[in-house]
């Protein structure tokens, strides 16, 4: 996809999807596999005023490996680091 159409396509996320007003901070999830595309939409988000963004990135071979490794008490409770940034952001 050209670059004109995925910054409409990322102002509209951030218009309409997110409803993004200035001088609020936003955080982004996304898979590593779009980082191009995450990182534009931090720069329209700073351009369409955001405060400040935070990317948090997944992987989802690594999302997989936890499934099929980890005891099943690592999926009762999210780690304090996981909520953090979501209580900053809603914070401010």
């Known amino acids: 996809m050209d670059r004109e159409k995925l910054i409409k396509y990322a102002d509209l996320l951030l218009h309409t999807g997110v409803a993004l007003e200035k001088g609020q901070p936003l955080i982004i999830n996304g898979n590593t596999e779009n980082y191009e595309f995450l990182q534009l939409l931090a720069e329209r988000a700073y351009i369409n005023g955001a405060s400040d963004v935070e990317i948090l990135y ?35």
Do not use: G, H, W
Request: aromatic share 12%; with cysteine.
């Open 58 to 92: 997944t992987d989802d071979i690594v999302s997989r490996l936890k499934y099929e490794y980890a005891d099943v008490k690592e999926f009762e409770e999210v780690p304090a680091y996981k909520v953090e940034p979501m209580i900053r952001c809603a914070q401010r």
